[in-house]
Every structure is written in C-alpha cells, then in structure tokens.
C-alpha cells in the first residue's frame, strides 16, 4: 500500500485491502474496491467501504467508472482517509486515484499519473486509460 496524497490517499492491492489492521492502523476511515475478481471485504462498522467493480479495459459501465472517480474525489474533498485498491494495485487503483486527484487539483490526468508512477509501479491498461480521458476531458 502506498500514499499517494498526504494521510488522506493510499492507494492499494486486495492484500492490502484485506488486511483491515493494516488499515485500522494507517487511519484510514473509507475503502473503495475496485476488484471485479476479488470477494467482498468484511470492514468493522467504522470502515466506510464502497465496492465499485471495474475491468482492466474499455468495457466498464460509463456510470460506476464515474462513480469510482467521483466517490474518490468526494472522499479526499471532504478529508476522509481513504484507500483505492484493486487487484493488483497496478492499474485501476493508480487510474482512479489519480482520476481524482486530476479533479482535485484540475491537473491533467495523465501528469498526475506520472507522478504516482515515480513513486512505484503502476501500469493502466489502455482501455481503462482511455475511458478515463473521456470522462475527465470531453
């Protein structure tokens, strides 16, 4: 798991998710799933978890990769520590957070994906990519 915005964005794996001390620990107080392949996580009461399954590709829902995004942005707006995970931790995780951030900071998506790219791995599919860009840059 690694932050990518001061103590209020991580951005994470199913390992990571799933290790709820872990995330008990960081104080982190909102989860966002994104892993379509991965069985729900059970979260103590305290932890707000939003299960917004995704693909690594062009065929997500128009409305829940909104969705993801939005939620995301809300969550950082308003200061609740959140962590974005998938899968991997590689490719929709990075997207998402980075989708949000690119709102936050009306950055270009694709800069703020350099920046979390400088930090550790990170490789978003296409498909996933470009979606994104439609909905950040109509």
């Known amino acids: 798991m690694r932050e990518v915005f001061s103590q209020l964005l991580w951005i994470g794996n199913a390992r990571d998710a799933r290790d709820v001390q872990g995330v008990l620990d960081l104080g982190i107080a909102a989860v966002i799933d994104l892993a379509l392949?991965?069985?729900p996580i059970t979260f103590p009461r305290e932890i707000v978890y939003c299960r917004l399954p995704?693909?690594?590709g062009d065929e997500n829902n128009p409305a829940?990769?909104?969705?993801?995004i939005e939620t995301t942005t809300r969550f950082v707006?308003?200061?609740v520590p959140t962590l974005v995970a998938c899968s991997?931790?590689?490719?929709?995780s990075p997207a998402i957070a980075a989708a949000a951030m690119s709102r936050i900071n009306q950055t270009r998506f694709a800069d703020i994906i350099k920046q979390i790219a400088a930090d550790g791995p990170c490789d978003v599919a296409p498909g996933l990519w470009n979606?994104?860009?439609?909905?950040?840059?109509?």
């Open 37 to 39: 392949e991965e069985p």
């Open 88 to 92: 991997g931790g590689m490719s929709r």
């Open 131 to 138: 979606a994104i860009q439609a909905l950040l840059e109509p």
């Open 77 to 79: 707006q308003s200061e």
């Open 54 to 56: 995704l693909i690594d």
């Open 64 to 68: 829940i990769l909104e969705s993801a």
